[in-house]
């Protein structure tokens, strides 16, 4: 359409989906989480975990809940999903495979586990190397996503996987993915990023415990692109830095910036 026409997503029966406060994207799904509490969710269903374990898909979004309650937090990556509910974390593995019954070739069902975590969940966080939730008392525990199918040796066969607190993170309010990124954010700290880095980002290449991210203060929300990134700060404003050889830093510049602005 023209430059001034907008079109708005509307639930089956209801409204334009709006006022929307926040948004979890990945592989064919998106989740809005709505002013309400509600989550509405809509693409693929791979993990079980975006529209339920009825649904292959979905053009229009869906409400979702799970055990009763609105979802409040959502992440999937890979073959592991994981949904946040009334402070439970509840996560799916795709079977992704086929084994035989009988003769017959059937396709390898899904497995639901329900973590053990030491405290409730607030937000939760997958990427290729590890999977993890930020607690209400502001720890941070995480995974190996190999857990969720191959559980340890020592444990029973179908025990959920056991999440490990990270010691070094305190005062952590969420945790978001970033490629191969994991970071913490906090109200009062500024992030604190591990795993793999770019070499674009403000980080070591590799790091296996939380790094805080330089020339930044608090940032309430962390994204990156395929070689940028932006920050909001506790008073709204935006940062970004890596490549800008498209426009996507901003501020009228063609490229990069090694720091925030």
Request: net charge positive; glycine share 14%.
């Amino acid at each position: 359409g023209g430059a001034d026409r907008r079109e708005q997503l509307v639930p089956p029966g209801g409204s334009p989906l709006f006022p929307v406060v926040d948004l979890a994207v990945g592989g064919q799904a998106t989740c809005a989480f709505m002013a309400d509490g509600v989550a509405r969710c809509w693409g693929g269903n791979q993990h079980r975990v975006v529209l339920g374990s009825g649904r292959a898909s979905s053009a229009l979004p869906l409400a979702r809940e799970a055990f009763g309650a609105p979802v409040e937090a959502m992440a999937w990556r890979g073959e592991v999903g994981c949904a946040v509910a009334g402070g439970a974390l509840r996560c799916a593995v795709a079977g992704g495979g086929y084994t035989r019954v009988g003769g017959v070739r059937v396709r390898t069902p899904d497995r639901v586990v329900t973590p053990t975590l030491p405290a409730p969940a607030r937000s939760v966080a997958i990427t290729q190397g590890a999977a993890c939730a930020s607690l209400v008392d502001g720890r941070v525990a995480c995974v190996s996503p190999l857990a969720f199918r191959t559980p340890s040796p020592d444990a029973a066969p179908d025990a959920p996987p056991a999440f490990v607190i990270v010691p070094e993170l305190t005062e952590v309010s969420r945790v978001v993915a970033r490629g191969g990124l994991l970071c913490a954010l906090s109200d009062t700290r500024p992030a604190r990023c591990w795993g793999d880095a770019p070499e674009w980002e403000m980080l070591p290449s590799q790091s296996a415990t939380p790094v805080e991210l330089p020339h930044l203060g608090p940032v309430r929300s962390l994204a990156s692109g395929e070689n940028h990134a932006c920050a909001v700060d506790l008073r709204g404003a935006v940062w970004c830095w890596g490549r800008g050889r498209a426009g996507q830093l901003g501020g009228g510049v063609f490229s990069e910036r090694a720091r925030p602005a």
